[in-house]
Each structure stands twice: as C-alpha cells, then as structure tokens.
C-alpha cells in the first residue's frame, strides 16, 4: 500500500512521492511535532496552510493521556488533531530513554510523567497502541542509547533493537497503516552496518535511522547516516529522526533522506530565536534600526506579512509566549522554504548551490536536535 515513487535525482538526493493510505506527500519533507496532539503555540489549521502535508504526534505522552482508546473512539488520530493531512507517530523509544527506564527483552519498564505510576510498554503494546491512535505511519518499537556509550551496551541495544523489530513486525496487522523499522548503532559504522542489514531483512515499509544528533558533531552524524543509506533499498522511504538543524537536513537530504522531524524550530522559537536565511536570530537583541522591518524581508509568512521587528522586539521583553507563538509559526515557515528549495534543486540538479549558501550560514550547530517531543 505504501509507496515511494521516485521522480529527481541530484546524485544521491531524491525527489518524488510517498503514498500514504490517506494521501500522496511530496519528498524529502519535514514534519513538526504535535507532541500531545498540537504543535505548541501553533494553531493546527496553521500547519497546513504553511504547506506541511505530514503531522507527527508523540506515542507515548498520548498512550498516557488522553490514551488511545479516546483517540481511537474519536475517530484516530487525524480527528482528534484536526490535522487535514497525513500523520506519523513514533514509538515511545525515544521517550523511554529519557526516562532511563529499566530494558528488558520483554520490553520496557518505566514511570508514567503524569501520575509516577509504573507502565510496562512491549513491541507488542508499541503496535496496538500505534494501530489503535490510526496514524498513516507507525514506528517499530527501538532501543535508543545515550552517546556516548560503550560497544558492549551499543552491542546489546542493537541486539535488543533486531529483536522488538521482528516482533514490531509480526504484531503490526493493519495493512493500510505503513510501518517502519528503525536502524540504531550510534556513530560506530560497523554497527550503523549491522543494523542496518538486520533491519532491512525484515522488509519494513520504510527505513528510520535512529539514536543520532544527540551530542555527536554534524560529520559524525553524516558519516553514520551515508553508512546507512548505502544498504537501504532505494524503493523505500528514508527517514532521519530528530533532525531539524539546517545544516543536518540539508546536507542529509544531498545524502539521500527523504523524512525528517524535530521540535527545535518551534523550542528554540519559544525561547525567542527566529531562523533566518542570515542565521540565528535573537529577538530581544535586534538592534533599533530597522524595528518598523519585518522579522525576514522575502518570507511570505504571515507574521513576515503583518507584524514587525518591533513588535516582536518589544513581545519578547513583556509577553514571551505571544512572542514564541509568532516566532514559531515563522520558524515552521523557514523549515518549509529550506526543505521547499532543496526540493526544487533536486529537479534543477543545483543541489551544491543550495549545500553553498547554507554552509556559509549555519555550519556550526545552531539548534538542538534529537529531541522528539516537548
Ligand atoms: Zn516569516
């Protein structure tokens, strides 16, 4: 049911289009996170018109609260959103490292945020619950492992990871929902290469390399990720999770990724940092000339359209959330122009021009990546 169709290629970068049981969505894309059903700040009506055809929402905080049986008797997870396009859901992994839960090989045992009750989540669970909340795409349940890490615990993860992925794929029954495994190993290649044949031997739908951009540098990060998209097969989608940094996304897509998500656009947003084509900028620094200016000339956004520096200037010292609203919604518009242009140079094979000029920008990391809700 899902499929990719391929329809540009600029070296290893592609473009083209990923059916999804609901709708066909261009590629390479970027998803915002709905962490809890919305992009925080951010009304969802919003997101689409931005261009955003693809919402993620976070497995675990909704399997907590509202949990998936209230989703699943509103409809799934498109009605409860109110999101006119497709979704995704990840499996909870992520979460359950930060909380340093205790891994067994039957699955993963952990303290509920909400209420400190205890909650056992298996691969089993992982696919019910994913198959119950009714995204378009559900994510097998991995083994994350903070970096750095020993080879003995990378080893033991990745064998635990091959494991939930066999039975992620055995316990996931609806054929219209597309599922994809996940490729773990940290930055160590050999085991980026070990996962990556063990995955893609139990024939998902679609590929995610995991566990990256938590702290390592951007060519450690790269390096892992052209190791693993040398052994995925081409006709299937490609999806680097946690990723938002301009610099990471644009030089991952050059790579051959097609997905991308990450929080950071609208968490730094709400920290009071816009993403400009000139880089970072922090709105309570913006100097008094230019202050009747929009935030960026040439984005069409609609805080750009209607508000100026110097509302956003003055916001940031006497009500930071309505600030953090503005700036998110133009943060989302910068990801969609960049992911937009590497799209279009894709097709126009000036994929390098675009490596160019986000180069001179934002080389050096400018936003936190690999987080995966907030
Ligand atoms: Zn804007």
Redesign the pocket.
Known sequence: MTRLCVTDNAGSARRGSLKLRSASVDTPFFMPVATRGIVRYVPTELIADLGYQVLLSNTYHLMLRPGVEVIQQMGGLNAFTGFQGSSLTDSGGFQIMSLEASITTEGARFRNVYDGSWVTLTPEQAMVNQQRIGADIAMALDVCTQLPSSRDQLEANLRLTSEWAERSRLAHTDSTQALFGIIQGGIDLELRRQSTEAITALDFDGYAVGGLAVGESHESTLEAVRTVVDGLPADKPRYLMGVGDPYLLAHATALGIDMFDCVSPTRIARHGTALTDQGPVRVKGLPNRGLDEP??SG?G?R??QRVSRGLLHHLSHVDTESAGALLSL?NL?FQFRLISRLRQAIVENTVEEVLADVDSVWSRPAIRTGVSSD
């Open positions: 935030l960026e984005c956004c805080v750009c133009h518009a």
